[in-house]
């Protein structure tokens, strides 16, 4: 899945993610009168409506990215009925031959996270059957409980050339917390880093492994550190647009081939008719306003990369 993913980004020219993150509150009157009216003020009706809104960004948006990044918790607060709305989007994403990368952040002791791994990159067993539950190709993954907690995802990506992104430095205001204390002299995401790096090259696509990380935009002297630390790792890069994150600060996130960095906006492109700048679509055209952002985004980041 990294050469598709490298394949793709080459091919679109947009080393970016569209991160489907649907708050109900981003989802415009008009559609939710009609999700409601079908299935009343309901949990279906509420999935109903971010998935409708879902698929008419997705259909203005695949022709022009890569990728998409639904954030599973963003489902997950309207329970079955908006895990049903998470599967839906993910599918539909492979059916527009998007990547999708399931951001879980999933991570436990070694038979969980087999468990993690399975249900979201695997295949699961039942009797004589197999099946794919939520099938993403790439999942967010806490590296917390160590190198037990990570193999089952690394055995799964190897089996069923899938990949991981693995949460190395944050993008938000505490993420210094624990990730900046140094032990032994280094601060501890380099450690992370270093990590990746090495779990990375047991899994190695063409040019990039299996295994990536996750650097926030909003940090660009520690992105800079951590392109070096891990040559061979893609780096998903969350935090441009609504959390502060520019096009010329990222510059560093890239390899010299112009590789090995994605870029993650969600309410900066889902939410963009939402924003004095593309408030000429209005409400009904969202879904135009939402293209807007993502040609903007890409012109941004190709100029800074020039
Ligand atoms: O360090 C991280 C890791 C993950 N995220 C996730 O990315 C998106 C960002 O959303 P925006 O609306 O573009 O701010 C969201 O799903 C986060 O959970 C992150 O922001 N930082």
Redesign the pocket.
């Known amino acids: 899945m990294i050469n598709k993913l490298v394949e793709k980004i080459k091919k679109t020219g947009a080393p970016i993610v569209v991160?489907l993150?649907p708050m109900l509150s981003y989802v415009p009157e008009h559609i939710q009168k009609k999700s409601f009216d079908e299935y009343g003020e309901t949990l279906e009706g509420a999935a109903d409506a971010i998935w409708q809104y879902n698929k008419q960004i997705i259909d203005s948006t695949y022709d022009l990215i890569p990728a998409v990044?639904p954030?599973i918790?963003?489902y997950e607060q309207f329970g079955v009925e908006g895990l049903k709305a998470f599967q839906k989007t993910v599918d539909y994403c492979h059916e527009k031959d998007l990547v999708v990368i399931g951001?879980v952040?999933r991570g436990d002791i070694g038979s969980t996270s087999a468990a993690y791994a399975t249900g979201h990159l695997g295949k699961v067993q039942v009797g004589s059957k197999t099946y794919r539950t939520f099938n993403e190709d790439f999942a967010?993954v806490n590296p917390y409980l160590g190198t037990d907690g990570i193999k089952p995802f690394a055995d799964v990506c190897k089996e069923e050339k899938k990949g991981l992104f693995i949460?190395v430095?944050?993008?938000?205001p505490s993420?210094g917390e624990f990730q900046d204390r140094l032990i032994d002299g280094k601060p501890l995401y380099e450690h992370v880093a270093e990590k990746v790096a090495a779990w990375g090259e047991d899994v190695m696509g063409d040019e990039y492994s299996y295994i990536g990380a996750?650097v926030?935009a909003t940090y660009p002297e520690v992105g800079k550190v951590l392109r070096q630390v891990m040559p061979k790792s893609f780096i998903l890069v969350?935090?441009?647009?609504?959390?502060g994150g520019k096009g010329k600060d990222l510059t560093h996130y890239f390899n010299k081939d112009g590789l090995g960095a994605i870029v993650?906006?969600?309410?900066?492109i889902i939410a963009a008719y939402k924003q004095e700048k593309y408030a000429q679509f209005g409400a009904e055209n969202f879904a135009d306003a939402s293209r807007q952002a993502v040609i903007d985004m890409i012109e941004d980041i190709a100029s800074a990369l020039k």
């Open positions: 991160g993150d990044k954030q918790a963003m951001d952040k967010t949460l430095k944050t993008s938000n993420s996750v926030g969350p935090g441009y647009g609504a959390q993650n906006s969600s309410r900066g």
